[in-house]
């Protein structure tokens, strides 16, 4: 059974830091692309950040460009994401995603975690 199990998400002030990791089990996925991608209360969903396999190629949205850094550690499995400067429009679920369908910089990903709650308070 393939799983990716989200940790780290809480409650922040705005300006403050989190680490969000996602571990893979059941399946690894150390060589495929991964993800991070949110969903705001009434939003779509949106990329965030993503990773190519080796780690060599990442990827972000315009409005976490430069505050937040993908990473992955394949000898662990894992993909974390690193959030500075965090602002209440962060406030969103955050998902762990594997193996796009096209490129990595899309919603559409083939496995999914249950999701982490992130908010930012003002």
């Known amino acids: 059974q393939v799983q990716l199990v989200e940790s780290g998400g809480g409650l922040v002030q705005a300006g403050g830091s989190l680490r969000l990791s996602c571990a893979d089990s059941?399946?690894?996925?150390?060589?495929?692309?991964m993800a991070w991608i949110r969903q705001a209360p009434g939003k779509e969903r949106e990329f965030v950040a993503g990773?190519?396999?080796?780690?060599?190629?990442?990827y972000y949205a315009d409005s976490v460009n430069g505050r937040f850094t993908i990473s992955r550690d394949n000898s662990k499995n894992t993909v974390d994401l690193q959030m500075n400067s965090l602002k209440p429009e962060d406030t969103a679920v955050y998902y762990c995603a594997a193996v796009p369908r096209g490129s990595i910089e899309t919603t559409e990903y083939n496995y999914w975690g249950q999701g982490t709650q992130v908010t930012v308070s003002s």
């Open positions: 059941g399946r690894t996925f150390s060589s495929d692309p």
């Open positions: 990773i190519n396999w080796t780690g060599g190629r990442r």
